[in-house]
Each structure stands twice: as structure tokens, then as C-alpha cells.
């Protein structure tokens, strides 16, 4: 599969305040999800993953929601601080036994955290 | 653990000429390495999967004559730009996985390089 981002939403959030990041996969056999965060002119930073047999799993001050049944994943970012902003990715794949595979990346989220 | 590094980070050259940007994984073995392309404000395309030892497989659409792919040991991939065009200035980064990672099923990624082609 393949994603094209022609442009890239913007969620601007005010220091200390959660944030929510929406993203729709395409593939209903993928079966594993990854969010990252890229800064500017870096690459991506692996944030939380979750496999389909999840519906939720946290991490510190990170949350990821998945709904199979409308192909939806969301990142919750608890208490946003400046050092959040960024872009933020899903991706998807589906999981081979001991082998990376190819991600399906999402458009793209930028954070903008406001003071 | 599971560093992947990149160089250049970034590389200007004239129109018509060759690049390669090389991508090493630090501390483990990649046994499968990935190739994207990001242009400005958009999401990453993957390009091409190698596996060590083998011809990459490129995805739809991308040249394999000038987008040169090796993957020639356990810890280095190279991606040649050929015949350079000011149409392929992107951030290129690449990604590896490898079972001696530690997280078998993952992909790390590696800082990316900026190619700007004149």
C-alpha cells in the first residue's frame, strides 16, 4: 500500500493540556501499529505500537486507542508539553514472525504546542 | 541498542551527477533494511526493502535503474542516486530490522539525509 500526504494537518494545543491525534488505516489485514514522532529534519522517533488483539495500550503520558471496526487509531498525549511538538505518524503493517516489515505510514499530524 | 546511522546527513550536487548515501545499523544486525523518501510537509514513501544478500524489491513506481540499491552485509545498505535531477531533492531515510535488534519485528530509523540537487 501506499500513502500519499498532500498537505499536513496542524493541532495547535495549549501547554498542559492532553492531545488527541486522529489517524485512519487503510489495510484491514494489517494487524500491527506503530505511531512515531518526527522533529524536523530527523527521522522517526518510535513513540507506542499495538497489536490488533489490543484496543488500548498506554505508555508514559501516551495512549494508543485502536477501533477495528472503523479502521481508526488515535495517540493521547496526557499533559502536552513543548518539547510534544512535532509530527506525528501512524503506521501500519502486517507482522511476519521474527522479520521487520514494511510500514504503511499514515499523512501526518504537526503538534503545535502553545504556551 | 538498535542504532541506525546515516551519511551524509545532508549533500548538495549538480544535475547529472551520482549520489550515495550510506545507512549502517551500529549495534545489531539488519537483516532487512528499508529505503523512504519524504518531501517537504508529506508522509514517508517507501521506496524499495532490501534483504542482505539479495536484489531489493522496489515498490510501484520507482525507477530500480536510478535509484540504486545494495545491501551487501549485515550492516550496510547503500542507496545511489544515478543522473541526479533537482526533481529528486528529498529527505531520504532509511530504516533496519534485524532478529539481533532485540525487537525482532521492528524497523529503527536512521536520521535521514537532505539531497538537493542544483
Known amino acids: 500500500g501506499e500513502s500519499v500526504g498532500l498537505h499536513l494537518p496542524t493541532l495547535s494545543v495549549q501547554e498542559g493540556d492532553n492531545s488527541i491525534i486522529n489517524c485512519a488505516y487503510s489495510?484491514?489485514?494489517?494487524?500491527?501499529f506503530i505511531w512515531y514522532k518526527q522533529e524536523s529534519g530527523k527521522g522517526p522517533q518510535f513513540i507506542i505500537d499495538i497489536r490488533s488483539n489490543m484496543d488500548k495500550r498506554q505508555g508514559q503520558r501516551v495512549t494508543v486507542l485502536l477501533n477495528k471496526t472503523v479502521k481508526h487509531l488515535s495517540l493521547q498525549i496526557a499533559a502536552t508539553q513543548p518539547g510534544d511538538s512535532a509530527v506525528y505518524f501512524c503506521a501500519e503493517t502486517s507482522m511476519n514472525t521474527g522479520t521487520a516489515s514494511k510500514l504503511t505510514f499514515g499523512t501526518g499530524t504537526r503538534l503545535q504546542v502553545t504556551l | 541498542g538498535a542504532v541506525v546511522s546515516q551519511h551524509p546527513s545532508w549533500v548538495i550536487c549538480k544535475s547529472g551527477t551520482s549520489v550515495k548515501i550510506e545507512c549502517r545499523s551500529l549495534?545489531?544486525?539488519?537483516?532487512?533494511m528499508f529505503w523512504y523518501r519524504q518531501f517537504p510537509k508529506q508522509s514517508l514513501m517507501l521506496m524499495a526493502t532490501s534483504n542482505e544478500g539479495s536484489k531489493a524489491t522496489y515498490e510501484q513506481g520507482v525507477e530500480k535503474d536510478k535509484f540504486l540499491i545494495n545491501h551487501a552485509s549485515l550492516t550496510l545498505s547503500t542507496l545511489t542516486v544515478t543522473s541526479a535531477h533537482p526533481e529528486d531533492s528529498s529527505f531520504y531515510i532509511c530504516?533496519?530490522?534485524?532478529?539481533?535488534?532485540?525487537?525482532?519485528?521492528?524497523?529503527?530509523f536512521g536520521p535521514g539525509t537532505r539531497l538537493t540537487v542544483l
Open positions: 549495534d545489531f544486525q539488519a537483516t532487512t
Open positions: 530504516s533496519a530490522g534485524g532478529p539481533t535488534s532485540g525487537r525482532a519485528n521492528e524497523q529503527f
Open positions: 489495510n484491514s489485514a494489517s494487524d500491527y
